[in-house]
């Protein structure tokens, strides 16, 4: 039997045990388009349940391009700073195909090395290939790195730093909206928002009717 085939005798509710303290890190613009890819919407309460599952949260924070004359993506981020999670945003840059970008790669893997120390384990909702090296440089800094996505969107590289993986689809029925009703705690609709990665980078055309 080879070195990697020999069974380590953990199981893998065990390897969840000791997660310790979680700080959750999300591209949103990766995280829309996943869901798109799905078919369904996040439920954001349920999503951050999902994450910390039973752990000590540090922070969760979301990454997001903005429009600020968008009145409803204004009112989502609101909804969004005020049930648990840090909102990061960058000004949306117009493209001349009329589609809009923001770059948020940086502001990730700053704030996930930034704040080494304070956490135990990652949780990098993102498949961007471009967060690797961030994902690599943390986990020699002795942090867990856990990632997040849908596969079809996810680098393998990514995958390969990572200490654990976790495919969106295997997820889907704990993290989406079950009608489309609106409850009063649940978050603005965002469903007129469209989501595509440009070459890694955070993107949203925005209808012009909302």
Request: proline share 3%.
């Amino acid at each position: 039997m080879l070195p990697f085939e020999q069974d380590t005798g953990f199981k893998p509710d065990q390897i969840l045990e000791n997660r310790g303290r979680v700080a959750i890190f999300i591209d949103g613009s990766n995280l829309f388009y996943a869901a798109l890819q799905l078919g369904i919407e996040i439920d954001y309460t349920k999503l951050l349940l999902c994450l910390t599952d039973g752990s000590r949260l540090l922070r969760a924070f979301f990454y997001t391009g903005v429009d600020r004359t968008n009145e409803k993506q204004q009112g989502f981020l609101l909804w969004m700073r005020r049930n648990g999670y840090r909102v990061i945003s960058k000004e949306l840059v117009q493209l001349p195909d009329g589609s809009k970008k923001a770059n948020l790669d940086v502001e990730i893997a700053v704030d996930m090395m930034a704040l080494i120390g304070s956490y135990d384990t990652a949780v990098l909702v993102s498949g961007d290939g471009d967060l690797a090296y961030a994902v690599d440089a943390a986990s020699y800094r002795g942090v867990r790195v856990e990632v997040v996505s849908l596969r079809s969107m996810t680098s393998d590289h990514l995958i390969n730093v990572a200490d654990r993986y976790v495919d969106l689809e295997a997820i889907k029925e704990d993290i989406m909206k079950i009608s489309r009703s609106q409850a009063p705690s649940s978050p603005p609709s965002i469903a007129n928002y469209t989501y595509r990665p440009i070459s890694g980078v955070a993107s949203i055309d925005i209808d012009r009717d909302i």
